[in-house]
Structures are given as C-alpha cells and as structure tokens.
C-alpha cells in the first residue's frame, strides 16, 4: 500500500490531524450506520411497537439515506428513549480500545477528530488528552492557533445529551447556528493536513461535512486523504473528490470484513514517521560564502521564465540563491536537497500564480516550512490566483505587468525588509470564485478621499476619506439570494408579494426558489433587514477568507456614492454627462445584471449601480434607524435626470419591501 511522501512529511512536521470514523471502532463490537439504524428500528419497535412504513424506511437504509433515517427514528422515539438507546449502546465501560486505537497513539498527529460517540480514541491515550465537543469552538480555535494537542468529538460526548448530532436538521444546525464552529472547521482546512480513517465514500458524515463546508474549501490548498477499501471507491467518485476537495483516496483491498489492512496501514505510518537517524552529521549548515542572506526561490514549472529572471537578477547583487534548476545535480536526491536548502535560507521569494497556487504540492510544501518556522516569505503576485488564506496575511510585491520594476522593490524590500504593500484586502478582490457556487465577485476600492453631496440638489458638498473597502461587482443576483435562501438556518423568509405587480417577483412558497426567468436579475422585495441576514450569512461563508477584523455589511452612504462617483468624483458612474441609453427604460422591469450597456458601469468596473434597483445602506435617514437611505434609482422611475445622479438620496421603512429594493455588500473592517 503506497503512502503518500507529502502525508508522511505532514505528520513528521506535526501538521496532519486525523479524522475518524465509525469504522475505526469496528473491532470492537460498535456499529456502522447502516447497522446502528436497524438497531435503532428494532428499539423502535420495542418501544411503540408495530411500524407501518418499515419497508419504506428499510429502503432509504439500502439507499444510504442515513440521515433522514436517523430524523426519522429520533423524533418517533422522543428524546429520552433516543438517549437511552445511544448510551446503552456507546457508553459500555466494557469496550476497550482496539489495536487500531493503540496504534494511533504513537503517530504524531497534531490533533485527533472524530464522529464517534464511543471513548476509545481518547481512553487509548495515557494520560487522556483535552477532549472537546462541538460547543466549544472558542477553546477549539485556541488549540489550533497555539498547536496543542486536543480529541474533538465533531458529532457530541455520549455523557454530555445536548452535544449529540444524529439527523438532517442536527447537521445543518452544527454549521449554520455556530459560525464559530464552521470557522474553526475552516480554518483547519486550511492550515492542517487531514487524513480520514474509517470512512466510505457513501458514509453521510464524511458526505455532510464536504458538503456543508464545500464554500469553505474553495482557495485553500492543502492536500487531504482518505483511506477507504476499494470496494467502496468508483473512480468518479474518487475522481470528484480530488477535484472538489483536494482529497485523494488511498484504497485497499480488504482480506475479510474486519479490514486488517486498515492497522496495517497505521503500522507502516509509525515506522514511516518514526526518525530513527539522530546523527549530527545529517543537520545542514548554512553557507558562509556571502554576507548577504541565501534565498530560496520558490515557484511552479510554468513560471520558470521568471524564476530564472529573478535568480539572475539577484546573483548580480551579490546574493546566494537557490534554485532547483540550477543548484540539484545530476544524480542528486532530489528531495534531500531541497529539505536542506528549506533549512539553510534566509528568505524565500515566493513566484504567486494560477500555476504555482491551486494544486503545486512541492510550492505548498516550501512556503510552508518557511511560515511554519517563521522565516521571512516575500511573494511576487504574478497573476491572479487562489490562495491559501495563511498567505492573505503577507505583504505582497505587485508584479503583474511589471515584473522588472518589481524586482527592484524585491531588492529593496530584501535590503531593508520593506515590501511595497499590497493589501491582504485588494488580493481578496482577485480570488476567482469557484462557477458553480452563485456568490458575488469584488471590486477593490482604494483608500482615498473624494467629494461628497451636490450642492445643485440642495445637499452640501464635503470631503471624506474612506479606508479600503471590497465592493460587489453587481447588485446580489435572485440566484445569489437563492444559495443563501438554502443554507440559512433557521430558515430565512423568501421574497413574497401578491399585490399587482409585486407579484412577478415573488417566489413560489413552496419550492423557496425565484421566478425562473429572473435568475440573473437584481433580487426584489427584500428589505433591509433581509439584506443584512445575508450579508451576516455571507460573513460566515467567508470567514476562513477574510481579514482579520473584517465583515460583509451593507455600504454606507458615503461607501456607496464613492464607488458610483469613482475616485475622480464624477457626477455619473460614466462621467459628467446624462446618457439616458445607459439606464434600463421606465416600466422595462428589472435586468440582468450587467447586460444593459456596456458602458453602464464605474470605471472601477462596477456594473447597475444607476437605473436597476434602488440599494439598501446601513445609513439611517435622520438618524432614525428604522428609516434607511437607498441610493441609485430603479428601473420604475419616471423623473428627471438628476434622480439618477449618485448623490441623490432616497429613503423609506427598513422593513418596507419592494420589487425595485435590492442591495449590494460591502467588505469593510469593523472598528473595535
């Protein structure tokens, strides 16, 4: 059974955390979810006797339909039978830890999660290490952040009732009633190797926790594995996996159905991970052959053009560099020298771009030997890319279109440690989303001031400085909402609205999805309140993602005007000039969002900000909160030219909702 090199280096550095499932515990007499839900049938039966849809129930089992089952079962034995059945079955102080259990112990994982409900994992540790449940997510997060060692029971402790996730509704309460949870979970994806043990590819926990969190995987890189029988993997599947969430599967061929191959596998990862070579001579020591600090070049084989610019240019100042090309020999191991020049280098330069950032295992691997030892990373952003979160927090060199200039701030910053910034905000902006997900794109607004109000509309023109925001490209779009719609929990209220011609906007009740020609459209009948549910909503979604202290809200006036005037101020989106073309035609109804004109758009490439659909800010009007400015005028109005004039302010009830009411986000930091 073949290892993985990257999995084996992760636990030998202390960055794998290892995932378990039920077919961990099977040695010992504990079920898997297909038996557990004939046994929760059989007390069932025992408690209320004969059930008429046995059958039907029987079928969704053999249909892998656990967690529906699970609901099901749950609600018809009420609480306290339920309880009683799971600790009769999963609190047996008989059970002892298996071999498989034992084994996991002398492995260096940096932390151990698992959906069982049983003791076994922790009770094989002596002494017992910290063991936390779901509700804990603010200890959970300090564990990871100061890399201790911690048991996380993901689905609750059998001794503690309220923790105990079985069924639908408990699943999507987990992610969306503790966003702090969902953010640690998030936040470990993004930082730790994961290996998944005791999982099928039909197991609905390995299957709910993917996808609740498939948002959350999106821009991270850190490669996962799952170790599962062959007899469970189609290749599709397997295939589906590595695309959606980096996962690749190590498969096995089980002898018998107690899969010994699984301690097999947990045997040759300790004699892997065990470093049995402590001699002196197999430290590095560092170069002395330059006063100037030894950099190591990190960057993907598509990019080496640039890598061998900067190696050039870098050696004419007298510094050592490293790079592969030039510096492994004929002969050499090739990852033995590597791992040496990762210890011996002062600074790594960091080649960023769609080639070296989504699935570059070996750049993975070096930049984060360097942010895990604390070493210096300065980052040259060739293009627009994905990026591991861990690297938004670091100043970047900006060299797209201009890398010779850029090598000279590199100079510059490697001489006296200053890189040009290159906000983790504006970088945020570039991230392109994943298409099958229906969330916004972002527009960077600089930090600026610019010229507020009209004095020609009777509101008085000021100067106001604003900090760097994101914006969103277009108003929220019907099928935007509709992810959200969703996923909310408790379940948001859909736009609804029979009067006249609300009603072609409304969405049908029953199916909670939009009206199916207006899937692109700017989302109607929405209040303020609703718009910001889903900005708080959208806040969780990106929390892995975001900067430190930052939040999606909606804009404020003056966050709104300046992203219609742009940074000159202007009086329209397009200039100083009404174009009445570039505006949707009176009773035309709303439009896609930017298909009107090409010209109807910021020259900061924000589109619909005249003429769609009024938008919703957080500025009260007055300073009365229930009363809220809209700003940029809507496809209804038959005014003049001035209504649609960014400084033109329109206001109604927070709650009021209307077929020419939408919104658009913001990204803004929240003051302390």
């Known amino acids: 059974m073949h290892i993985p090199a990257h999995l084996i280096e992760s636990i030998k550095e202390g960055n794998c955390v290892l995932f378990v499932g039920a077919g961990l515990s099977l040695g010992a007499g504990l079920p898997t979810w297909g038996w ?47 309880l009683r059945f799971m600790r009769r079955r999963f609190a047996d102080t008989t059970l002892q830890p298996q071999a498989t259990h034992t084994t996991v112990t002398q492995i260096g994982f940096s932390a151990i999660l698992t959906t069982n409900y049983d003791t076994l994992i922790e009770n094989a540790y002596s002494p017992p290490p910290p063991v936390y449940t779901q509700q804990q997510a603010s200890e959970l997060a300090y564990a990871l952040r100061e890399d201790n060692f911690y048991v996380l029971k993901v689905h609750g402790d059998i001794h503690q009732a309220g923790t105990i996730v079985l069924g639908k509704s408990d699943y999507q309460r987990l992610m969306y009633a503790n966003p702090a949870y969902k953010q640690y979970l998030s936040s470990l994806l993004s930082t730790k190797t994961v290996l998944f043990i005791g999982f099928s590819m039909s197991d609905p926990d390995l299957i709910a926790l993917f996808d609740e ?75 002395t052959t330059s006063d100037k600090d030894y950099i190591f070049i990190s960057y993907a084989r598509p990019d080496e053009a640039y890598a061998e610019q900067a190696e050039t240019y870098l050696t004419g100042l007298g510094y050592r560099v490293f790079r592969d090309k030039t510096t492994i020999r004929v002969g050499d191991d090739w990852n033995a020298v590597i791992e040496k020049a990762l210890h011996e280098t002062d600074k790594m330069v960091l080649l960023l771009s769609s080639s070296s950032m989504p699935d570059r295992k070996e750049v993975e691997r070096e930049w984060f030997y360097f942010d895990q030892n604390d070493k210096p990373i ?33 100079a510059q910053a490697l001489d006296v440690g200053f890189v040009p910034e290159r906000s983790a905000l504006s970088l945020l902006a570039d991230q392109p989303n994943d298409q099958t997900i229906a969330m916004p794109d972002w527009i960077h607004i600089p930090a600026g001031t610019f010229t507020m109000g009209a004095e020609d509309l009777g509101i008085s023109e000021r100067e106001v400085t604003l900090p760097e925001f994101l914006v969103a490209k277009t108003p929220v779009t019907q099928k935007q909402y509709h992810l959200f719609i969703s ?87 397009w200039g100083d000039w009404f174009d009445a073309t570039l505006i949707p035609v009176k009773q035309q109804g709303t439009q896609a969002v930017a298909t009107h004109h090409s010209d109807c758009k910021t020259s900061e490439d924000c589109f619909d900000i005249i003429g769609n659909v009024y938008e919703w800010t957080r500025s009260a009007y007055e300073d009365d909160d229930n009363e809220r400015v809209l700003r940029g005028g809507c496809w ?36 302390e």
């Open 36 to 82: 557990l839900m004939s046994e929760l049938i059989e007390e069932l039966e025992r408690e209320k006797g004969h059930i008429r849809d046995k059958d039907d129930i029987q079928d969704l089992i053999d249909d892998y339909d656990f967690l529906d089952v699970a609901e099901v079962l749950r609600e018809r034995l009420g609480d306290t039978a339920f």
């Open 487 to 573: 996923l909310s929990h408790p379940a948001h209220d859909v736009p609804y609205d029979t009067f006249g011609e609300l009603a072609d906007y409304s969405w049908n009740q029953k199916t909670r999805r939009p009206p199916e020609d207006k899937g692109e459209h700017p989302v109607v009948l929405v209040s303020a309140h609703d718009a910001e549910a889903y900005c708080n909503w959208l806040t969780g979604m990106l929390a892995s993602k975001l900067p430190a202290g930052y939040r999606v809200m909606l804009p404020s006036e003056a966050e709104w005007e300046r992203v219609a005037r742009g940074p000159d101020s202007l009086k329209y989106p």
């Open 378 to 410: 300065l980052p040259l952003y060739l293009e627009a890319c994905t990026l591991n979160s861990r690297l938004l927090s670091i100043n970047y060199i900006d060299a797209r279109n201009r890398f010779d200039e850029a090598l000279q701030d590199l």
């Open 213 to 287: 969190l498939k948002v959350a995987f999106v821009g991270h890189n850190n490669n996962h594995y799952a170790l599962m029988s062959d007899e469970t993997v189609s290749p599709i599947k397997a295939k589906r996996y590595k695309k959606n969430f980096n996962l690749d599967i190590i498969t096995y061929t089980p002898s018998d159905n107690t899969h010994p191959e699984v301690l097999e596998f947990l045997q040759t990862l300790v004699e892997a991970t065990t470093d049995t070579d402590t001699s002196p001579s197999t430290v590095p020591t560092k170069p």
């Open 636 to 671: 209804e109005m038959d005014e003049p030219e001035e209504s649609y004039r960014p400084a033109y302010r329109h206001h109604d009830e927070a709650s009021y909702k209307d077929n020419v009411y939408g919104f658009r986000p913001v990204i803004v930091k929240v003051e």
